[in-house]
């Protein structure tokens, strides 16, 4: 039987190479500034955010504009609550979000709500009415300057690690571009090969860049 996943995947590939290619030129028109990242000690202050729909069914994912729409919000509603944002990809059914702050209160609740609204108004689209849609939020503190990297790696190669897209850069709802942009591909890879993901379940082979 085709997984919920599987079906995502399959929505992405059938696309068209124009229908790609608008979904990367969206990328392009809304990219964020990218902060450079502390290169010492990002401290107590770096957290990496996630979070899955429910049953990991792909619920962000049930259309393109959808994934373009929350990308949006997640983005404009986490900045001004952050210090940074460093880098983040967003997938059918989850996200990953790596950010420096002051604290996770007003974070947290900033995520609370985009949960609430984004349910409320997914299960309308959806004739879903009572639908769980998100489950098991997570903040997991940057332990210093190798796990910071890694969290960067780990995310920055999430789309290629699902099986969405075989290069960082293809993958039109991911900071990896702009990364790309800001170091070069030869800082990429010189990051990749040196901040290993460790247990996260990665063959580390050259980055898929």
Same mark, same amino acid.
């Given at each position: 039987?085709?997984?919920?996943?599987?079906?995502?995947?399959?929505?992405?590939?059938?696309?068209?190479?124009?229908?790609?290619?608008?979904?990367?030129?969206? &990328?392009?028109?809304?990219?964020?500034?990218?902060?450079?990242?502390? @290169?010492?000690?990002?401290?107590?202050?770096?957290?990496?955010?996630?979070?899955?729909?429910?049953? @990991?069914?792909?619920?962000? +994912?049930?259309?393109?504009?959808?994934?373009?729409?929350?990308?949006?919000? $997640?983005?404009?509603?986490?900045?001004?609550?952050?210090?940074?944002?460093?880098?983040?990809? /967003?997938?059918?059914?989850?996200? %990953?979000? $790596?950010? *420096?702050?002051?604290? $996770?209160?007003?974070?947290?609740?900033?995520?609370?709500?985009? %949960?609430? &609204?984004?349910?409320? *108004?997914?299960?309308?689209?959806?004739?879903?009415?009572?639908?769980? /849609?998100?489950? #098991?939020?997570?903040?997991?503190?940057?332990?210093?300057?190798?796990?910071?990297?890694?969290?960067? #790696?780990?995310? @920055? #190669?999430?789309?290629? @690690? %699902?099986?969405?897209?075989?290069?960082?850069?293809?993958?039109?709802?991911?900071?990896?571009?702009?990364? $790309?942009?800001?170091? +070069? &591909?030869?800082?990429? /890879? =010189?990051?990749? *090969?040196?901040? =290993? /993901?460790?247990?996260?379940? %990665?063959?580390?082979?050259?980055?898929?860049?």
């Amino acid at each position: 039987m085709t997984s919920f996943l599987d079906d995502a995947r399959y929505r992405w590939r059938r696309m068209t190479a124009e229908e790609r290619e608008a979904e990367l030129a969206w &990328r392009r028109d809304h990219a964020l500034p990218w902060h450079s990242p502390a @290169h010492c000690d990002v401290g107590e202050g770096a957290y990496h955010l996630s979070a899955a729909c429910f049953e @990991h069914r792909p619920i962000i +994912g049930a259309a393109p504009a959808r994934m373009r729409e929350f990308t949006d919000a $997640l983005l404009a509603q986490i900045c001004p609550a952050v210090g940074a944002v460093d880098a983040w990809c /967003v997938l059918p059914n989850h996200y %990953h979000i $790596l950010v *420096r702050t002051g604290g $996770l209160a007003s974070v947290s609740r900033v995520v609370g709500r985009l %949960h609430g &609204r984004t349910s409320h *108004r997914w299960n309308g689209e959806d004739g879903c009415r009572g639908r769980k /849609v998100w489950f #098991n939020y997570l903040d997991r503190v940057i332990g210093g300057e190798a796990h910071y990297w890694e969290t960067l #790696n780990y995310i @920055h #190669n999430n789309a290629v @690690h %699902h099986g969405y897209v075989e290069q960082w850069q293809d993958w039109p709802y991911s900071s990896a571009d702009a990364f $790309l942009e800001r170091v +070069g &591909r030869e800082e990429a /890879v =010189r990051i990749w *090969r040196t901040f =290993r /993901v460790g247990d996260c379940g %990665h063959e580390w082979d050259d980055p898929a860049i």
